[in-house]
């Protein structure tokens, strides 16, 4: 694997208004380093003790987004840095990271993770549950959060038509959403689907925001 080249080959591929997230979960330090020095900035990890000892260790202008589960718990190690949490399944986690981006004196930008995909054991709202979460008047004191946007992941599958269907259907409740404009969610412009097997399929739906890993990296050892 040639992680430049990699890169550059999908610095070319994507359109403009969609951003390249490196996933580097599992990946070493030095396979990171590769990346950056390719001009990589923004890298996703799905761990908040990997994210942890990795950002001790590399460059300080790198953004960090994480694109994991993440436990109330755990909320306030990451508080002061993240650039963008991308899993974001609860009002309670909400009002944590709230709280912990008040703690920073910052605003923490988080997407609400949908689920969208046929398999059950992924985590997220329904979109039901994010059109009755936006609409709640608590959500509007949350100073210290912005809702940026939606994250999904679609069924691990050959099937196109229904990875297409699914992420067609989060395009279209990210798209009702912006025209509710309700104060909370002025900030709305993220729409992060996407990975190495069906990026081409969420780009043609309208993604904006592509979590690539094992395209760029390689294969994950476990
Ligand atoms: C691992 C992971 C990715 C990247 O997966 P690849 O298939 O290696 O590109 C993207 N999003 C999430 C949430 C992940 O956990």
Redesign the pocket.
Known sequence: MNIRNNINKFKQILPPHCQLIA?S?TQSVEKIREAYEAGQRAFGE?KVQELMSKYAELPTDIQWHL??HLQTNKVKYIAPFIHLIHSVDSFKLLVEINKQGARNARRISCLLQVHISQEETKFGFTPEEVLQLVATPDIYQLENIAIAGLMG?ASFTEDKAQVRKEFRGLKNLFDQLVSMSLPSLQEMKILSMG???DFETAIEEGSTMV?????LFGE?KM
Do not use: E, L, P, Y
């Open positions: 996933v979960k799905n694109i994991g992941m990975m190495s097997g979590r690539i890993g094992s395209a994950r």
